[in-house]
């Protein structure tokens, strides 16, 4: 099975700072690799996809890198609708894996 | 717009078969492009894969419940199923269905928490 390792596992932060959020596979996945979004009582939301591609209507302050092993997302200016706890999700083979996850929190 | 929806009991017994369904609208499970899984959550914690099964009754497993879950499918009813058996208070979480493609899990049913108490 291919695992996640994602870090940091939370971070504190103010609106205005660059956030970046790092995934690491034990295998390569190619660029199959998506991110997601949760608050708390909602399902996870799907902000990237395919390492690097945006999801449609999702702002253009995320964004994601990496291919192979080693994956990042990028807030570039955090905005108060963004704390919020975000996971990663490889989908290059079964079983799918999430990373632990990182809780972004209010500084 | 695609929607699933997970129902079933909210509380399990120790040893019981936990059961849910998803409803899927919007869009057929009969799909050759998609997949649907079951994904749970612990309470404040992060996300762990169940399982998968695409119509034509291709399904696997993670490993680490495979020997107690059973996934199934109802194409017409556009429906699928988790059987979890032999539960324990460690499976107590929230269960949410998703449809999975080639680029990972696009929609999501809202979760639902089952607990396991006697």
């Known amino acids: 099975d291919i695992q996640m390792t994602q870090s940091p596992s939370s971070l504190s932060a103010s609106v205005g700072d660059r956030v970046t959020i790092t995934c690491r596979a034990t295998?390569?996945?190619?660029?199959?690799l998506g991110w997601y979004q949760q608050k708390p009582g909602k399902a996870p939301k799907r902000l990237i996809y395919a390492a690097s591609s945006l999801q449609n209507g999702v702002p253009s302050r995320f964004s994601g890198s990496g291919s192979g092993t080693e994956f990042t997302l990028t807030i570039s200016s955090l905005q108060p609708e963004d704390f919020a706890s975000y996971y990663c999700?490889?989908?290059?083979?079964?079983?799918?894996?999430f990373g632990q996850g990182t809780k972004v929190e209010i500084k | 717009q695609v929607q699933l929806q997970e129902s079933g009991p909210g509380l399990v017994k120790p040893s019981q078969t936990l059961s849910l369904t998803c409803t899927v609208s919007g869009a057929s499970i009969s799909s050759d492009d998609y997949h649907w899984s079951w994904i749970r959550q612990y309470p404040g914690k992060g996300l762990e894969w169940i399982g998968a099964i695409h119509y034509n009754g291709w399904t696997y497993y993670n490993p680490s419940l495979k020997s107690r879950v059973t996934i199934s499918v109802d194409t017409s009813k556009n429906q699928f199923s988790l059987n979890v058996n032999s539960v324990t208070a460690a499976d107590t979480a929230v269960y949410s269905c998703?449809?999975?493609?080639?680029?990972?899990?696009?929609?999501w049913g809202q979760g639902m928490l089952v607990t396991v108490s006697s």
């Open positions: 295998q390569g996945i190619r660029n199959d």
């Open positions: 998703a449809r999975g493609g080639e680029r990972g899990y696009s929609y």
């Open positions: 999700l490889q989908y290059n083979s079964f079983p799918r894996t």
